[in-house]
């Protein structure tokens, strides 16, 4: 599980760069599929039984790409 602050720390990295403005955004299955994010919502938890650090939850949706991505070459 990743938190939010850990996330937004990973996304102001990735940021940094102007090559990274406009790369597609994927998520890997653990199938090794790879989907598009099409969405991010923030969803309230209800609070009874949960931590108190647990009480939203960041939920990003997919879908199957459209355009076929070629084959990785390298991890920057």
Do not use: W, Y
Request: net charge positive.
């Amino acid at each position: 599980m990743i938190d939010g602050k850990t996330f937004r720390q990973g996304l102001d990295k990735f940021f940094k760069s102007p090559t990274c403005l406009n790369a597609r955004v994927q998520i890997e299955l653990p199938n090794g599929e790879f989907f598009d994010i099409t969405g991010a919502k923030l969803l309230e938890n209800k609070i009874i039984g949960i931590k108190d650090t647990e009480t939203h939850r960041l939920v990003l949706s997919c879908a199957k790409p459209i355009t076929k991505m070629n084959k990785i070459i390298g991890k920057l």
